[in-house]
Nanobody
Framework: QVQLVESGGGLVQPGGSLRLSCAAS????????IGWSRQAPGKEREGVSC???????TYADSVKGRFTVSRDNAKNRVYLQLNNLKPEDTAVYYC?????????????WGQGTQVNVSS
């Protein structure tokens, strides 16, 4: 069964950090682009970051300089490091597998992990 599972979310104060993990099962991540997106209450899902199979990365303007995406193909995982978190980063964060970051055709989604930024 092809599956993605996110973990690492939680409650953090403004300025804090979290590392989200996206683990794949049933397929090898190294042949796919992995995107991270988020959805806040009452808002549409928005793309946050993406990493292609060659390691190239993209970021939304709202997270540039604060978030870092990386991949560990040996562990079949992709990570999203969230630094200097702000209350507006509060959302459910999802990872997804795609053929390429520039192609918005998702092969599979994870179930999401909740990030809450609050004092």
């Amino acid at each position: 069964q092809v599956q993605l599972v996110e973990s690492g979310g939680g409650l953090v104060q403004p300025g804090g950090s979290l590392r989200l993990s996206c683990a794949a099962s049933g397929f090898e991540l190294d042949n796919y682009a992995i995107g991270w997106s988020r959805q806040a209450p009452g808002k549409e899902r928005e793309g946050v970051s993406c990493i292609d199979s060659d390691g190239s990365t993209t970021y939304a303007d709202s997270v540039k300089g604060r978030f870092t995406v990386s991949r560990d193909n040996a562990k079949n995982r992709v990570y999203l490091q969230l630094n200097n978190l702000k209350p507006e980063d509060t959302a459910v964060y999802y990872c997804s597998a795609k053929a390429l970051c520039i192609v918005n055709i998702v092969i599979t989604w994870g179930q999401g992990t909740q990030v809450n930024v609050s004092s």
